[in-house]
């Protein structure tokens, strides 16, 4: 089946500027993922939506930093004013999140979209 | 201390021989672990889970946890110039995030 997909693949913009990053997850998983990836970084937890739930939104940087998933589904990253230092790799992830085969195991596996490399200047 | 340290350098094996990677983390109370492999410019990709303690093989791979020590480790058998790649190490936290080394490049060598 279809995997993750992100768009856009690749973003310029200059700072200052407002950018939208889409998320579409796989079919039927519940939970989704905002990761960035910063060169010389490790991945870093930006911001975890769960069904209907309260997004989990410890992970963003700063208060210009915002997501949103419409519909349990497609999800938006939204960097208002961007700066510098916000260029990086942005990966979604989604997952199941619950019970899975048929002896009903718990499983976590997350799956990443191809990303959206921003870069501002 | 990190939530996930992985021993740093690229590792360099010749083709057929086994890969060894290694992993602790910081949260004793963690119970969900994976290694992503990561092309050059590529995102992640999961190739193996695991949450008891032993081994899980999965093909050319085994994945190795033990909880009382705090480590994972993965074992890529028969390595081949395909297989090289950036390997990560993940562990599940609290809030269903996943916790990333800074990862291991491996290198195979024809």
């Known amino acids: 089946g279809a995997g993750v997909s992100q768009s856009p693949s690749n973003k310029v913009t200059e700072k200052g500027k407002d950018v939208e990053l889409r998320c579409d997850p796989i079919s039927g998983h519940t939970a989704l993922y905002w990761y960035r990836q910063s060169l010389g970084q490790g991945l870093e937890f930006l911001i975890y939506?769960?069904?209907?739930?309260?997004?989990?939104k410890s992970g963003l940087p700063s208060d210009r930093f915002s997501a949103e998933r419409t519909g349990g589904s497609v999800s938006t990253l939204t960097i208002q004013r961007t700066q510098q230092e916000d260029s990086a790799v942005y990966l979604c992830a989604s997952s199941q999140d619950g019970l899975a085969g048929i002896l009903g195991t718990r499983t976590y596996e997350q799956y990443f979209g191809p990303g959206t490399r921003l870069t501002v200047t | 201390q990190k939530e996930v340290e992985q021993n740093s350098g690229p590792l360099s094996v010749p083709e057929g021989a086994i890969a060894s990677l290694n992993c602790t983390y910081s949260?004793?109370?963690?119970?969900?672990f994976f290694w992503y492999r990561q092309y050059s410019g590529k995102s992640p990709e999961l190739i193996m889970s695991?949450?008891?303690?032993g081994d899980k093989e999965d093909g050319r791979f085994t994945a190795q946890l033990n909880k009382a020590s705090q480590y994972v480790s993965l074992l890529i058998r028969d390595s081949q110039p395909s297989d090289s790649a950036t390997y990560l190490c993940a562990v599940k936290r609290g809030n269903n995030r996943l916790a990333f080394g800074k990862g291991n490049q491996v290198v195979v060598i024809p």
């Open positions: 949260d004793r109370g963690s119970q969900s």
């Open positions: 939506f769960q069904g209907n739930s309260a997004p989990d």
């Open positions: 695991i949450y008891s303690n």
